[in-house]
C-alpha cells in the first residue's frame, strides 16, 4: 500500500517537455491552449502561449479564425507575439515576414522572390473552439486523434462557466489533488462544513454549484477504485446518517479521472470538469468548466474559488500567491477560517504550489486515504508504457465522453452499488 515512487518514476511522471516519455505520450491528445474569452476579438492582440515545454503564438485573424504558430519567428527568430494581427495575418515587426493561421507565407518584404513563399510554411498546428476553449494538437500528424465531446460542450453557453488560472506548480501536484477525496472535508472545511470551529457538522445545502458540500462529516473515506477505459473511477464512502427505518446508508461521492491530465468533480447541480494542462514542467494552466443544465452565475463560482485580485485575475489569469506576499493567507481571521484563505480553487492552487515547483515523492507516507492518488500515478506510469511499446495510450481512443458522470455526496443503503447510479462510466468506449 504504502509504496513511495522511486526517483526515477517521479521523473517520468512529471516531466513533459518534447522527448520525455511522458511529453510523448500527452502529445497525444487534444489539449486546451486558452479560453474562448482570451482571443474573442478578430484581430484582437496575439496571445504567447506555453504547452508541454513549447511556446506557441495565438491569434484570431480577420475572419475569426484562430491560428497557433510557433512562437518565434520562422525568418530570424523574433516573437510573433510582439507581431501585427492584420488583414487575416500575423506579421513579424523584424522583417514583416506575414503568416496565416494555417502557417502559409503571405509576404516577405525583405525578399522579392515570389517562388520561395510558395515553397515553405511556418509550423502551424491544428486548433478547434469548443466547450469555451481553444483546443490544439501538436504530436506527431499521423497519430492525430479524432476531436474528443465532453459533456461540457453541449448546451447553450449560459449553462457553463469557463475559468482559467496558470500556477506555479507541476501539473501532477495539482491532478493529484483532484483524486484526493479526504482532503475535501479538512482542506475545504469553510466549504463542506462551516461550523467546523464549534465541532460539530452542519451539511451544506444552500449552494448547488458548491464541490465541497458533503453529507457527513467522516474525514476518513473509504475508497473503492475501477478501472474505466477512460482510466478510471472512484468512490469516496463516507458513514451516512440513519435512514428513517434505522437502516444504515453510506454516502458515496464518486470522481471519475480521465486520463492523462482531466476529472470531473461533483457539485449538487453542476459537475466541474477540470483539466490540469502542463505549460511546461513547472508551471500549470487549469481549466475550471462548470456545467449544468440551468444558467450560471460565472462570478459566483469564481467566488466559490476564492480567485481574485490581487492574487489572481480574468485577463492574464496568473495566479500570483507565493511566499513573497505570505500566500495571500490571512492568519488574523484562522479562529473562524479554517484556511485563512478565501475559497476551494485558491486553497487547492496554494497548495500545490506550497510543494514546491516538483514535489520529491520519494519521502512520502501514504495511507490508504490516498489510493487514488496511487492509482493516478499506476494508471499514468501504465499509460507511457503502453505508449513506449507503439500502443494506444488509455483513453486515446475514446470520442466520446458523454456519459460519464460524477456523482455529488449522496445518501445510499448500504449494499448498494454505487456503480448503478454512474452507468455511464463504465460503458464509454467498451
Ligand atoms: S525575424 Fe521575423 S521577419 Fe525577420
Ligand atoms: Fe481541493
Redesign the pocket.
Known sequence: MARMLSAEENDILTRVGPGTPMGKMMRRFWMPICTSAQVSEPDGDPLRLKLLGESFVLFRDTNGEIGVLDEL?M????SLALGRVEDCGIR?L????KFGVDGTIMDTPNNTNPRFKQRMKAPAYPVREAGGLVWIYIGPKECRPEFPHFEFMNGPAEHRAVIRLNTRANYLQLLEGGTDSSHVGILHSNQANPTWMKDEFTARDDEDFNPGALASSDNAPTLEIEDTSFGYHYVAKRKGPRAEDGAPTVSVRVTPVFLPVGRIIPAPAYQFFVFEVPQNDYVTSTYIITHGNKPIDRGEIIRIMGLKEPFWNDQDCNFRADWSNGMGQDRAKMATNWTGFDGIEQEDAILAVSMGPILDRTKEHMVAADRAVIHLRARLLESVQRHEKGESPISHEIVDYTPVRSLPDTVIREGERWQDLVPGNSTVGV
Request: a positive charge; hydrophobic letters at 20%; charged letters at 10%.
Open positions: 519567428c525568418h530570424r527568430g523574433v513579424c523584424y522583417h514583416g515576414w
